[in-house]
C-alpha cells in the first residue's frame, strides 16, 4: 500500500504563493506519473497538474502560468508550486500516484488551501 502524505497547505490572500509537498512511501520512478489534485467545495475533484515518469508536465488551464509541478527523486516528494492565487483556487489539494496496468491510483489524505479576497 502506497503511502502519501501532503503538507503545505494554508490560508493565504489572493495573489499569494503557496508551496505543497508530496512525500511518497515508494520510489518515484515506480510510478507511471504523479499529480496534484484538488475538490472544491461542492466540486468534484480535478485535475491541476500532473508529471509522467519521462518528466512531461501538463496543467489544467485555470492554473497554466502560475501552478508549477515538480519533483525530487531522490526525496521521493513531489511539490506544486503556486503563485497568483485566486479565491477560487480554494480547495482541498490531494497528490496522486498512478502506476497504471490495471492498478488503482493512490491518493494523499489532502490538504487544504483557503485563498482569501
Known amino acids: 500500500q502506497v503511502q502519501l502524505v501532503e503538507s503545505g497547505g494554508g490560508l493565504v490572500q489572493a495573489g499569494g504563493s503557496l508551496r505543497l509537498s508530496c512525500v511518497t512511501s515508494?520510489?518515484?520512478?515506480?510510478?507511471?506519473?504523479m499529480g496534484w489534485y484538488r475538490q472544491g467545495p461542492g466540486k468534484q475533484r480535478e485535475l491541476v497538474a500532473d508529471?509522467?515518469?519521462?518528466?512531461?508536465?501538463n496543467y489544467a488551464d485555470s492554473v497554466k502560468g502560475r501552478f508549477t509541478i515538480s519533483r525530487v527523486n531522490a526525496e521521493r516528494k513531489l511539490y506544486l508550486q503556486m503563485n497568483s492565487l485566486k479565491p477560487e483556487g480554494t480547495a482541498v489539494y490531494f497528490c496522486n500516484a498512478r502506476r497504471g496496468g490495471g492498478v488503482g491510483d493512490s491518493w494523499g489524505q489532502g490538504t487544504q488551501v483557503t485563498v482569501s479576497s
Open positions: 508529471i509522467t515518469a519521462g518528466g512531461w508536465t
Open positions: 515508494e520510489r518515484i520512478f515506480t510510478f507511471n506519473s
